[in-house]
């Protein structure tokens, strides 16, 4: 080989690795509204694909699902021990010759899953930002196949769990490295109908932000814990009507976790004590009365006292301060998030007491996050967050046309 072609061949290497592609993919969010779980659907295998619900989980690291519910296993390929899409998944095991994966399950009676890992072929679909455009595949998509039991206490479409923890081995991480595009997702949570959670998106064409020139307005805060597979932000403060709760600055120090299983966002007792008195006392002076709450809610009020505006029931914003890029950002919450109605005449302040001593102080469930649009960029670890599309009067399940 001449110098020159060697260089040639050297340089385009070079561009092969460090060119990213354009290209950006979306896929189907379904709230399944009995047990208020949110799952995606795509297609495994080849030729025969089989179309398979996947709950989504923020916390988990390596997808898993009931392989019986794929039509044929023809395309499907166990992955040995000694190869090394084994040995970079964590906490893998070995069972004589195939690799084995253990894992907490996010929801079901059976706190573990143990099964075989495998590899398939995912079809996915493109976007332009609004649309699906072609089918795709993800040729060697990594998986673990668990028993039919492991399902107990999932919804019942579910077939298994789509892992998009900060990990390598999650389906984001799995995607993007794939197609060598930007190592991003967005989750759009619909609070009905169709939501939208894009890998890679650039454009999130949702009308009236229906072309580039105009686009979400986001807003950015570091992400923190994603050594433990957890995603984390930094609380500052947590504003009611805009005055800050009086806290002991200990109970902000671990963090707030986000996930899309734990509905209503979950505060230690303290911190939802001084959350839901500052709130009864703003419901007060706005003439909305107290009611005998409804479990598992511990804070009910009369609903037809609230006004109503674009943002759901007139009630007052609930705030969390987020260190911004300069200074604290706040990131707020209104009525059609931080309330639920429960009966025709009763609404609930949408938290759930989570004890003296829970294993995370604040987890951030999708009651709160649906209809705000997320981006989780795990390359620079920055959560992007829109405020409620509502405020815009669009929501995350509106679509310009028919799919
Ligand atoms: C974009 O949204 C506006 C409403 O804000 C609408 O009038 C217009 O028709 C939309 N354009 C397309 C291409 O859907
Ligand atoms: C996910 O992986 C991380 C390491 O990357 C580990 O710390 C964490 O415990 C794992 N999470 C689960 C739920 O297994
Ligand atoms: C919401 O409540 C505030 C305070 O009571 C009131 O000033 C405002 O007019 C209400 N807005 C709507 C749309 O009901
Ligand atoms: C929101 O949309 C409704 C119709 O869908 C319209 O009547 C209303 O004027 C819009 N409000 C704003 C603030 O754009």
């Known amino acids: 080989m001449g110098s020159l072609t060697r260089l040639i061949v050297f340089l385009s290497i070079l561009a092969a690795i460090t060119r990213k592609s354009n290209s950006q993919y979306l896929f189907p969010i379904t ?24 709950l989504l989980d923020l916390g988990t690291n390596l997808t898993w699902l009931n392989c019986r519910k794929l039509k044929s296993l023809s395309s499907l390929r166990l ?3 000694q190869s090394s899409t084994c040995k970079f998944i964590p906490g893998n095991g070995c069972d004589g010759k195939s690799c084995l994966y253990k894992q907490p399950n996010p929801l079901g009676q059976n706190p573990i899953v143990t099964g075989r890992v495998v590899q398939d072929i995912a079809s996915i679909s493109t976007t332009d930002g609004g649309k699906f455009l072609s089918q795709v595949s993800v040729p060697r998509f990594t998986f673990s196949c668990a028993g039919e039991k492991t399902l107990e206490g999932l919804p019942p479409p579910v077939a298994g769990v789509l892992a998009l923890s900060p990990g390598s081995s999650s389906f984001t991480k ?23 959670f894009y890998i890679a998106g650039i454009h999130y064409f949702i009308p009236p932000f229906n072309d580039s020139s105009s686009s979400i307005p986001m807003t950015l805060t570091p992400i923190r814990g994603t050594d433990s597979g957890d995603y984390l932000l930094l609380v500052l403060n947590i504003y009611v009507g805009g005055s800050p709760l009086k806290l002991n600055p200990d109970l902000l120090t671990g963090g707030a976790k ?12 303290d911190i939802y004590n001084a959350l839901a008195q500052s709130f009864t006392l703003e419901a007060k002076t706005m003439g909305i009365f107290k009611v005998p709450s409804v479990a598992p809610f511990k804070h ?13 029931p007139n009630v007052s914003v609930i705030e969390i301060g987020l260190p911004g890029r300069i200074g604290e950002v706040k990131w707020g919450f209104y009525g059609a998030n931080t309330v639920v109605k429960v009966k025709e005449t009763v609404m609930c302040l949408a938290f759930i007491d989570g004890g003296k001593k829970p294993e995370n102080l604040m987890v951030i469930g999708s009651h709160q996050l649906q209809d705000h649009m997320l981006e989780f960029d795990f390359s620079g670890t920055v959560l992007a967050f829109s405020e409620s599309l509502l ?3 669009t929501s995350c399940s509106t679509w310009t046309s028919k799919k």
């Open 31 to 54: 709230k399944h509204e009995p047990t208020n779980q949110f799952y995606t659907t795509f297609n495994i295998g080849s030729p025969t694909k089989s179309p398979v619900n996947l």
């Open 79 to 81: 992955v040995t021990c």
């Open 174 to 196: 799995q995607v993007t490295s794939a197609f060598n595009v930007i190592p991003k997702f967005s989750l759009c949570l619909p609070s009905s109908g169709t939501g939208r």
């Open 258 to 269: 986000l996930s899309t299983v734990v509905h209503y966002t979950v505060l230690q007792t």
């Open 300 to 312: 009910c009020f009369d609903a037809r006292t609230a006004g109503k505006n674009l943002r759901g």
């Open 391 to 393: 405020l815009h009067n």
